[in-house]
C-alpha cells in the first residue's frame, strides 16, 4: 500500500496535529512513513503545509513530487486549492470550506471552491461549524481527519488510537469530544462517497435506457 498525503491549512488549525496522528496509526499497522514540514510557520495565521508518505515498503524520500500526492487534506479551502497541482488526477481533496481571512483581498470563497469542485474527487464540508456544534471548534480538524479516513489505507481503529494517545494528557472529555468529530467527518464522507455513487447508478441507467431507445428507433 502507499499513501503520499499532503496536508494543509494555517497556523493554529491543528496541521501537524493531523500528520502526527495519521504518523502515529500508521505505525503501530507495521507501515513505514516520512514526513516533511515544508514551511512550518506555526504562528496563527501562517501558512503550514506536511507531507505525510505511508508506505508499506521502505520510503525513499519526504517529499510529495508535483501530480504525485493520493490527498490533500487541508484545514483552508485556499490552501486546497494552492496544492491541486500536487494531486494525481484521481486524487482525492478533503477541505474545510470556511476560510481564514489572514491575507488582504482574499478571493471570493466561492469561486475557491468552484475550482476545487473541478476535481472529480473531492469532499467539502464546513468543519468549523460542525465542530462547533459538537463543543469545540478547534476539533475542526478532526472532523476534517474524519472524512479523510475514508480514503485513507489504515484501519480506522488505527486512527481512534491515535487519537486517545494523542490527547490522552488533555483527559477523556478532550478525547471523547475528539473521537466524536473524527466519526462525525466520516459519516459526512460516507454519506458524500454514497450519493456519488447513487448518482453513476443514475447516469448508467440513463445511458443504458438511451442506448434502448436507439435500438427501438433504428
Known amino acids: 500500500m502507499k499513501n503520499d498525503i499532503i496536508i494543509a491549512g494555517v497556523g493554529g488549525q491543528g496541521i501537524l496535529s493531523i500528520a502526527a496522528i495519521i504518523a502515529t496509526a500508521a505505525v503501530n499497522n507495521n507501515l513505514y512513513i516520512k514526513q516533511s514540514e515544508i514551511h512550518g510557520m506555526s504562528q496563527r495565521g501562517g501558512e503550514v503545509e506536511s507531507h505525510l508518505r505511508i508506505s508499506s515498503t521502505p520510503i ?27 494531486l494525481k488526477p484521481e486524487g482525492w481533496i478533503i477541505t474545510n470550506n470556511h476560510p481564514f481571512l489572514n491575507i488582504p483581498n482574499y478571493p471570493p470563497i466561492n469561486d475557491i471552491l468552484n475550482e476545487i469542485k473541478k476535481r472529480p474527487h473531492h469532499i467539502i464540508m464546513n468543519a468549523d461549524e460542525i465542530a462547533r456544534e459538537l463543543g469545540s471548534e478547534k476539533a475542526a480538524n478532526m472532523v476534517v481527519l474524519g472524512a479523510a479516513t475514508r480514503c485513507l489505507d489504515i484501519p480506522y481503529e488505527e486512527i481512534e488510537k491515535a487519537i486517545r494517545h494523542f490527547f490522552g494528557r488533555k483527559g477523556e472529555e478532550i478525547v471523547n469530544m475528539n473521537l466524536s468529530a473524527l466519526a462525525k467527518g466520516r459519516e459526512i464522507a460516507i454519506l458524500k462517497l454514497e450519493g456519488e455513487k447513487e448518482k453513476m447508478r443514475d447516469e448508467e441507467m440513463e445511458e443504458r435506457r438511451d442506448e434502448e431507445n436507439k435500438k427501438v428507433k433504428g
Open 60 to 86: 525513499a524520500s519526504d517529499l510529495i513530487a508535483t501530480g504525485a500526492a493520493d490527498m490533500i487534506i487541508s484545514l483552508e479551502p485556499m490552501e486546497a486549492l494552492r496544492y491541486v497541482p500536487w
